[in-house]
């Protein structure tokens, strides 16, 4: 509960404060070794050379996405295996390196700082019903992140085996013109020299440009998850304080020496101000993603399909990596999807939740406040697709109903 002596009410609503993270501490630390993460040192030498840093692996990992798009160009038309395995990773990532751009921008850096402030907040409140519920989603999220990590990390370590594992069982024979043994890659990609020849260097180029596309994929979508999930906190801390309207009016009506109309009055002042917070910060958050959204929408069947049309053409070893890479990218799309639609949720729940304590016995003025915070609980909360659809369940149905299609369409080619 929260300290009666010394936590004035506004400890009670998540605000600003200074505190180390919790609920983002795993992607954190990846982000932080992706280098996205956004760090604050004067502008010394660490942040210079950490900027750097990042610099350095998105420029490589742009220029692995090139060699990708030279080969799939160059093989149009003639061999649409090769052109299906390229282009099913080249739009991924390309859709990717944008979502970097977007997380490494300053409006983004502004909402990573509220999130930290409002989550020191909750544990300065003292509050036990919020930290719990802040505990538990935050252990929901670390759950939720740690699995989809490991999914991802078991499939990119096949697409890493598998060509060494191909090579030494079935091997692909001799290249007619130049004699040398044709060998296995991880994925399919152009070289400015002959891979065959060089194969160490090529296979290790290829290994580190899938790493970095990998932790991009896997690592941001777990970022963005988490984020989603914590907005869904913040509305459930909410309910919290509009079901027990009457404990916490007492609380600050004892400590303060107030009437009762007057704790109420302050208590819903605080309340409709962290609404409004939230609101806002959905809709900055919104604001910055949705063209990804919508871009990512648009793209994924097509590109799922891609990686599909793989699975009927390839060995069964290749087929196994392709299919943990199509579960990968699917998984994705719907913890993305289902914590958005949790938000709309969850923000409509605001007026419901006021319904479940003694609204019948609150003041006359504190009634007409709950009616407008009521009225504002009509109109959810949500992420969108661009401007034509929500970020929600059905609209992922969508996706995989496209999805068949295209299938259908690239197997009569």
């Given at each position: 509960?929260?300290?009666?002596?010394?936590?004035?009410?506004?400890?009670?609503?998540?605000?600003?404060?200074?505190?180390?993270?919790?609920?983002?501490?795993?992607?954190?630390?990846?982000?932080?070794?992706?280098?996205?993460?956004?760090?604050?040192?004067?502008?010394?030498?660490?942040?210079?050379?950490?900027?750097?840093?990042?610099?350095?692996?998105?420029?490589?990992?742009?220029?692995?996405?090139?060699?990708?798009?030279?080969?799939?160009?160059?093989?149009?038309?003639?061999?649409?295996?090769?052109?299906a395995s390229t282009m099913g990773i080249v739009i991924e990532y390309l859709s990717n390196a944008y979502k970097v751009l977007l997380f490494k921008s300053k409006a983004f850096k502004c909402l990573l700082k509220e999130i930290e402030e409002s989550e020191a907040k909750i544990f300065e409140s003292k509050d036990d019903k919020f930290i719990k519920m802040h505990l538990h989603n935050a252990a929901y999220s670390r759950k939720i992140v740690l699995?989809?990590?490991?999914?991802?990390?078991?499939g990119i370590s096949l697409y890493f085996i598998s060509p060494l594992v191909s090579n030494a069982l079935t091997p692909m024979g001799y290249n007619n013109e130049t004699g040398l043994q044709k060998h296995y890659f991880i994925v399919s990609s152009w070289f400015p020299f002959d891979p065959d020849r060089y194969y160490l260097p090529a296979y290790l180029i290829q290994f580190l440009g899938c790493l970095i596309g990998y932790s991009y994929i896997v690592h941001c979508g777990a970022f963005y998850i988490n984020i989603l999930n914590f907005i869904r906190t913040r509305l459930?801390?909410?309910?919290?304080?509009?079901?027990?309207?009457?404990?916490?009016?007492?609380r600050y009506k004892?400590?303060?020496?107030?009437?009762?109309?007057?704790?109420?009055?302050?208590?819903?002042?605080?309340?409709?101000?962290?609404?409004?917070?939230?609101?806002?910060?959905?809709?900055?958050?919104?604001?910055?993603i949705s063209f990804f959204t919508l871009l990512n929408f648009v793209i994924s069947s097509f590109q799922l399909s891609l990686v599909a049309y793989q699975m009927f053409k390839l060995s069964v070893l290749l087929q196994i990596t392709v299919f943990s890479y199509f579960i990968t990218l699917s998984t994705q799309l719907f913890l993305t999807y289902q914590a958005a639609h949790m938000i709309m949720i969850e923000s409509t729940n605001i007026a419901s939740s006021i319904f479940v304590g003694d609204w019948d016995t609150y003041p006359l003025g504190t009634l007409r406040v709950l009616q407008m915070i009521c009225m504002r609980a009509q109109k959810p909360l949500k992420m969108t697709i661009g401007p034509i659809a929500e970020v929600k369940i059905t609209a992922l149905f969508q996706i995989f109903k496209a999805l068949y299609s295209y299938i259908c369409i690239i197997m009569k080619m």
């Amino acid at each position: 509960m929260v300290n009666s002596n010394k936590a004035p009410i506004v400890a009670l609503i998540p605000h600003y404060a200074n505190r180390k993270d919790y609920h983002m501490r795993f992607v954190k630390i990846t982000m932080l070794l992706l280098g996205i993460w956004p760090i604050k040192r004067n502008g010394d030498l660490k942040e210079k050379l950490y900027e750097f840093y990042f610099l350095v692996t998105f420029s490589y990992y742009l220029l692995f996405i090139t060699s990708g798009l030279i080969l799939a160009f160059s093989t149009w038309g003639d061999n649409y295996v090769i052109t299906a395995s390229t282009m099913g990773i080249v739009i991924e990532y390309l859709s990717n390196a944008y979502k970097v751009l977007l997380f490494k921008s300053k409006a983004f850096k502004c909402l990573l700082k509220e999130i930290e402030e409002s989550e020191a907040k909750i544990f300065e409140s003292k509050d036990d019903k919020f930290i719990k519920m802040h505990l538990h989603n935050a252990a929901y999220s670390r759950k939720i992140v740690l699995f989809y990590s490991i999914m991802g990390t078991c499939g990119i370590s096949l697409y890493f085996i598998s060509p060494l594992v191909s090579n030494a069982l079935t091997p692909m024979g001799y290249n007619n013109e130049t004699g040398l043994q044709k060998h296995y890659f991880i994925v399919s990609s152009w070289f400015p020299f002959d891979p065959d020849r060089y194969y160490l260097p090529a296979y290790l180029i290829q290994f580190l440009g899938c790493l970095i596309g990998y932790s991009y994929i896997v690592h941001c979508g777990a970022f963005y998850i988490n984020i989603l999930n914590f907005i869904r906190t913040r509305l459930q801390i909410l309910q919290i304080v509009l079901i027990n309207l009457s404990e916490y009016s007492q609380r600050y009506k004892f400590n303060y020496k107030l009437s009762e109309e007057q704790s109420y009055f302050v208590l819903l002042r605080e309340i409709v101000q962290e609404h409004h917070k939230v609101i806002s910060f959905v809709k900055r958050l919104n604001d910055i993603i949705s063209f990804f959204t919508l871009l990512n929408f648009v793209i994924s069947s097509f590109q799922l399909s891609l990686v599909a049309y793989q699975m009927f053409k390839l060995s069964v070893l290749l087929q196994i990596t392709v299919f943990s890479y199509f579960i990968t990218l699917s998984t994705q799309l719907f913890l993305t999807y289902q914590a958005a639609h949790m938000i709309m949720i969850e923000s409509t729940n605001i007026a419901s939740s006021i319904f479940v304590g003694d609204w019948d016995t609150y003041p006359l003025g504190t009634l007409r406040v709950l009616q407008m915070i009521c009225m504002r609980a009509q109109k959810p909360l949500k992420m969108t697709i661009g401007p034509i659809a929500e970020v929600k369940i059905t609209a992922l149905f969508q996706i995989f109903k496209a999805l068949y299609s295209y299938i259908c369409i690239i197997m009569k080619m």
